[in-house]
C-alpha cells in the first residue's frame, strides 16, 4: 500500500497552504520588468498589430490571474463532506453530543423522521 496511513501525519515536504516560491518568484519578476519598464512596454504594445497586441497581453496574464477550474457540485459536496468530517473528528464527544441532540429536537418539532437529502 503506497502512501501514509490515514490519520497520520505528514512528515516531509511542504506544509498545507505554503505558497509555491517559483510561480511566486515568476510573478514578482515579471511585474518588476513591467513596472520598470512600463513607458517603454506601452509605447511597445502601441506598435503592434491589434491582433498582436491582444495575443502579448494575453499570454502575460496568465501569470498574474488564477487559472479557472471548472469543479463538478458532486466534488464540491464531497469536499464540504471532508471538512465537515474533519470538523466533528476535532470537537469533543460533548459537544457531538449536544449537535445529535439538537439535530433530534428540531427534526421532532418540524415532524420530520429521517434526514432528506
Given amino acids: ?6 490519520g497520520t501525519e505528514k512528515t516531509g515536504g511542504r506544509k498545507k497552504g505554503t505558497p509555491n516560491k517559483i ?6 519578476w515579471i511585474a518588476s ?3 520598470t519598464n512600463r513607458n517603454q512596454f506601452e ?14 497581453i494575453s499570454n502575460l496574464l496568465q501569470y498574474v490571474t488564477p487559472k479557472m477550474q471548472s469543479v463538478s457540485p458532486d466534488e464540491v ?7 465537515l468530517e474533519e470538523f466533528l ?7 457531538i453530543n449536544e449537535v445529535v441532540e439538537r439535530i433530534s429536537k428540531l427534526r421532532n418539532e418540524s415532524g420530520r423522521t ?4
Fill in 23 to 28: 510561480s511566486g518568484t515568476v510573478k514578482e
Fill in 43 to 56: 509605447n511597445d504594445l502601441e506598435l503592434l498589430e491589434p491582433g498582436e497586441r491582444v495575443r502579448v
Fill in 33 to 35: 520588468i513591467i513596472d
Fill in 89 to 95: 473528528n476535532s470537537m469533543p464527544d460533548e459537544a
Fill in 77 to 83: 459536496l464531497n469536499a464540504e463532506y471532508r471538512r
Fill in 114 to 117: 429521517k434526514t432528506e437529502d
Fill in 1 to 6: 500500500m503506497a502512501g501514509r496511513r490515514k
